[in-house]
């Protein structure tokens, strides 16, 4: 009987498989990560991705209206604030920052200089 190796945490070791396999889900996205400012980002946003989701989840469960959209607010400000940023450096170092679909269309849609408020969200 062959042994399962096991990981640090004690749960089933993830071989080059498991991540290739992944690598083809068409919602899954692969990054490469040339910094270590990258790796960073790239473990921030696969936390929050697991993070709002499960806010979206508890979305009047144990999370009221007046929470969620305070949270998001807050959350796209970040987001926002990350990509004028991005920009303003890439402006400083010779690269256009390509902003994301969904930024420029909530700049268009609000036609605004400042992004204040995030996309109103689907319940």
């Given amino acids: 009987m ?3 190796k096991k990981g640090d945490n004690g ?38 991705d697991i993070i709002i989701s499960r806010l979206r989840d508890e979305l009047m469960r144990s999370i009221n209206i007046e929470d969620f959209t305070g949270y998001m607010d807050e959350y796209y400000k970040i987001i926002f604030s990350l990509e004028d940023h991005l920009k303003f450096i890439g402006s400083k170092v010779g690269i256009d920052y390509r902003q994301s679909r969904t930024y420029k269309s909530i700049k268009k849609n609000q036609n605004q200089a400042s992004l204040d408020s995030p996309p109103q969200t689907a319940s």
Avoid: C, L, W
């Fill in 2 to 4: 062959t042994e399962t």
């Fill in 11 to 48: 749960a089933p070791a993830r071989g080059r498989d498991f991540f290739i396999e992944m690598a083809k889900h068409p919602r899954s996205r692969v990054i490469m990560a040339n910094t270590s400012d990258t790796y960073m980002m790239a473990d921030i946003t696969r936390q929050g």
